[in-house]
């Protein structure tokens, strides 16, 4: 059966995104990309990421949250498959270079990102 094998990353609106970066990269040391997150290695596959966005992100809907949960799997469509059997449909798909995503919505109204590392 397919199954979630951790948390992917953590996402959140910032008024100052800027800010956010420079004081986790000073006090904690993040190493913070070129595109704005951070990212450590998975023990198993992929990587987690610590990402801020700009508070005014249309990023998380249709979440009203100001956060976002990722969550790493291992096969995407059989997690969506099993999803569709408990009556949650996704509210978006992607493919890119990397991974595949999908977004799905929890019963607190929270976007939840499913992600399956390429490669």
Same mark, same amino acid.
């Given at each position: 059966?397919?199954?979630?094998?951790?948390?992917?990353?953590?996402?959140?609106?910032?008024? %100052?995104?800027?800010?956010?970066?420079?004081?986790? &990269? !000073?006090?904690? #040391?993040?190493?913070? $990309?070129?595109?704005?997150?951070?990212?450590?290695?998975?023990?198993?596959?992929?990587?987690?990421?610590?990402?801020?966005?700009?508070?005014?992100?249309?990023?998380?809907?249709?979440?009203?949250?100001?956060?976002?949960?990722?969550?790493?799997? %291992?096969?995407?469509?059989?997690?969506?498959?099993? &999803? !569709?059997?408990? #009556?949650?449909?996704? $509210?978006?798909?992607?493919?890119?270079?990397?991974?595949?995503?999908?977004?799905?919505?929890?019963?607190?109204?929270?976007?939840?990102?499913?992600?399956?590392?390429?490669?």
């Amino acid at each position: 059966m397919a199954k979630i094998l951790g948390l992917g990353g953590i996402f959140f609106k910032a008024a %100052d995104p800027e800010g956010v970066k420079a004081w986790y &990269a !000073r006090v904690l #040391g993040f190493d913070i $990309t070129d595109w704005g997150g951070a990212m450590f290695a998975h023990p198993a596959t992929g990587h987690t990421t610590w990402a801020p966005f700009s508070a005014d992100t249309t990023y998380f809907e249709p979440s009203t949250a100001s956060f976002m949960i990722n969550l790493i799997v %291992d096969d995407i469509d059989g997690v969506l498959a099993h &999803a !569709r059997d408990e #009556g949650v449909e996704p $509210t978006g798909r992607m493919d890119e270079s990397y991974g595949r995503f999908a977004w799905i919505m929890d019963p607190a109204g929270i976007k939840v990102e499913l992600y399956q590392p390429l490669g």
